[in-house]
């Protein structure tokens, strides 16, 4: 297996949605964001240093925010690519990141059940939400806040 560091562009992408999809509160406040923003971040860090045997710090979490409301698929990928990049040590089932990155998926299905379901492919199910061009379109890894952002339709 092998694992990135995502962006702090893409951690700023997932606070924003746990406050957009309610799994934690609006109202915290920036620096209870920017404390679990570093959270998610250090469990990044984790899966990657415990596969590389690195064990260089985690560098402080500098939280960009917005107001605007993210697309769901997009938020979607973000969880996907998050979960494959941190996963990867003995801890992260058990994680606080893992048990917020699960309640985030689950609230974005809850509120947009079109994107629910499963799709067979070539090599098995996978979420329907995975065989949409929208996630087709989404960069791997690099999202940032202005990447995931709700187009106008």
Known sequence: ?????????????????????????????ADALR???????????TSVHHLSGDDSATPRYT??????????????KAVFVYDYQSRDHPEWTGSEAH??????????????????GTATVSFGEIRR???????????WGSTTLRD?????T
């Open 1 to 29: 297996m092998s694992a990135l560091i995502v962006s702090s562009g893409h951690i700023d992408v997932l606070v924003h949605a746990l406050t957009q999809y309610g799994v934690v509160p609006s109202d915290l406040g």
């Open 35 to 45: 404390d679990l923003g570093q959270m998610l971040w250090q469990e990044n860090h």
């Open 63 to 76: 939280r960009q925010a917005t107001t605007k409301p993210l697309d769901p698929i997009a938020v979607l």
């Open 99 to 116: 048990a917020l990155m699960e309640s985030l998926h689950a609230a974005i299905l809850a509120q947009h059940p079109d994107l629910d």
């Open 129 to 139: 939400y995975r065989t949409l061009p929208a996630w087709e379109n989404l960069p």
């Open 148 to 152: 995931a952002r709700l187009r106008s």
